[in-house]
């Protein structure tokens, strides 16, 4: 048998303020603080839309390909439960602000193509707290209201392997797009598996399970992985597969079904007349288009274009605002290559340290620019860097004036080198004469007599080419 797997993902989107009114979205209020008449739904309160959640929405479409309709319609979608205080959530059943799209994933036979049904917008519920000591059940609303967009897929997954890519895919680049804040122990990205099997190669689908509310990765594909044991089992006994809505216990690994009234499947749709169609322009979409930031493929392409390190650009994008950091840092001395390896080497290891972010990083990006400017003109040489850097990390200073104040600048003068040169050369006529002779290893030892004259203080491959110089002569 094979397992088909369509997934329904609700992220909450990163508006400072509700889906139909102007509470704050941020966790961690007192419970039923962030409310009003709207989102406690008042008899009479009228919702108003939040232009920013449907640019997101829309934000979300564009960047997985889907067609962002110029007008979508909410419905009610009507249910009782004691944290929905409307009596009906307040979603997009047809059409919905985004249709069709998709997402690669990578598997262990190539890239596949999982395709989207749709992306809508709809408002949370708020939190039922239960407390089991006494018996009781709270309910707290800041959360009701929260915008969300649900992106639903078409069952094209077949693995809670591949499921868990696409999700963790997912999640990345709505965060990096900014759509959503991210944060899925606080809820904000939460997923349904839907999960059938079906003869290998079948064309119908089989009956589904669909578990819900998943908050982790791991949650989502150990879910999948149970439901899959479980519904194998089923077929081996020859005993139905119910079309149920299930609950995943972490816990004990299992999955169990949702009390009936838990349930409730008519939910008798109908248009929402407190509000008016959503609409996206031409403008708009324009707009959107322009502001969105290149795609993660984009970015490590145009670094390796750059002639960075393969080991590098992984790096650089796995921190956030690095590679922001090196653009501006570029501005200040056009070699990325250079900035990079030592964003690698001392900015990256130190912000981390530190436990600063890097855009807040005390060496700055001009000043990082700066030093590696000084090191190519061979002003400052590595180990002073390696020396310099901590002390630029803890003082913010300037880089040219703290390696000429701690003494830490290269001979690279062109002319004071070849004088050096000139008197080791002067100085050791037998190694000369040798080198002249062909024995081009005693090079390095001229070097290192140089090196010593100048106690440490010359640039060593500038002292190399004006070593061969002043033999020549
Ligand atoms: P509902 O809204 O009732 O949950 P949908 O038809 O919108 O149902 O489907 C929800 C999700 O379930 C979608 O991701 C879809 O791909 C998936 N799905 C539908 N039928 C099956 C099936 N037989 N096996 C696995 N997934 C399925
Ligand atoms: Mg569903
Ligand atoms: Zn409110």
Known sequence: MEPVIGLEIHAQLKTKTKLFCPCPTEPGAEPNTNICEVCTGQPGALPRMNGKAIELAAKAGLALGSKVNGQSLFSRKNYFYPDLPNGFQTSQLDPPICQGGSMDIETPSGPKTIRLNRIHLEDDAGKCVHDEKRGRTLVDLNRAGTPLIEIVTEPDLNSSAEAMDFLKKLHALLVRLEVTEGRMEEGEFRCDVNVSLRPKGSPTMGVRGEIKNLNSFRYAG???????????????????????????????????????????????????????????????????????????????????????????????????????????????????????????????????????????????????????????????????????????????????????????????????????????????????????????????FLVGQLMRKSRGAADPKGAGEALIEALKA
């Open 222 to 444: 150990q879910a999948i992985e149970y439901e899959i044991k479980r519904q194998t089992a089923l077929y081996a006994q020859g005993q139905p597969v119910l079309q149920e809505t299930l609950h995943f216990d972490p816990a004990r690994h299992e999955t169990r079904p949702l009390r009936s009234k838990e349930e409730a499947h008519d939910y008798r749709y109908f248009p929402q007349p407190d509000l008016p169609p959503v609409r996206v322009s031409p403008e708009l979409l324009e707009r959107i288009g322009l502001s969105m930031p290149a795609t993660a493929e984009e970015t490590a392409q145009n670094l390796l274009g750059q002639g960075l390190r393969e080991d590098v650009v992984t790096l650089l994008m796995d921190r956030k605002g690095a590679v922001g950091y090196l653009e501006e840092a570029r501005a200040h001395y056009d070699q990325a290559k250079k900035i990079a390896a030592l964003m690698a080497e001392f900015l990256l290891p130190a912000c981390q340290k530190a436990d600063v972010p890097i855009p807040d990083s005390p060496v700055t990006p001009r000043n990082l620019a700066k030093l590696a400017e000084l090191m190519d003109k061979g002003v400052v040489g590595r180990r002073a860097a390696q020396e310099l850097f901590p002390i630029l990390f803890r003082t913010g200073a300037e880089p040219e004036a703290l390696a000429r104040e701690k003494g830490l600048t290269q001979i690279s003068d062109k002319g004071a080198l070849l004088a050096l040169a000139a008197e080791v050369v002067a100085s050791h006529p037998k190694e000369a004469e040798n080198y002249r002779n062909g024995q081009e290893k005693v090079l390095s």
